[in-house]
């Protein structure tokens, strides 16, 4: 069975633009899911089979530090990885980001080259 | 401290760096002009409010040609019209271009927060700021025509 992604930007451009990254970078997934926050991504994690989330931080209703938090006290989806893509690359929003649980992050703008580079090994 | 820092330079270098990884495409910036009045021709606005250690807004300021080819060439499809999608896009590039600026900001231990960009379609309208605020516009030139960089801040000391 493959793979299936779920790609969480309240800018469904940005949707858009990471799934085609994928495609570029020749990472194939079965199903591209999508939220516009972490309100509506956790609703899709208890719904599908969803092999990783490549999410933003910064969003409306549920910012993405904040769905980290609740996606680890819910025992179904808590091990689920997930892979920051975000303008915010501090050390600070970073480092809490990954004591959530996060595995890494990939910095907006970015290039197909890099979003293989850094999920590549992670799948 | 921030004064480490020419920020005119660095919304260009930041500004490049958005354009030339996500659109292919190489600016062309003009001059920075600081604390002028410049005759913006924009039929979308972008704006995203910052806070920290440097309070204000960074905007970008699009005529419909440069917007839907900006948007175009994000979703790989033709787009005419100033719609939904241009709205979102041209958001965005408002918020990789104040995420470089935080980047840049950060590196002069002033740390910036970052809001969520909104986008106002018309041509009537200017951005108004706080007398104290220090104002700067950067123009970008790419082939079907010129945009525009805003920033508006004051220090928070």
Redesign the interface.
Known sequence: MGKNVLLVD?????R??VG?SLRQAGIEFDNIFEAADGLEALEVLEKEKVDIVLSDI???NMDGIAFLREKATRDAIKNIPVLMI?????DDIIGEAKSLGALGAI?????PDKVNEVLGPLL | MLNSLNIGNEIIAGCKDVFSTMLMVDLEPGEVVVQQKVDIKSNITSMIGLGGGLKGLLAVHCPQTVATHITSTFLGMDVDEIDDDVKDAIGEIANMVAGNLKISCASADVNIELAIPTSIVGDSFYVSGNAQSTRLVVPFFMEQDCFWIELMYVLNS
């Open positions: 309240d800018s469904s451009t940005m858009k633009i085609r910064n969003m409306p975000s303008t915010e690359t501090g910095k907006k703008p970015f290039t």
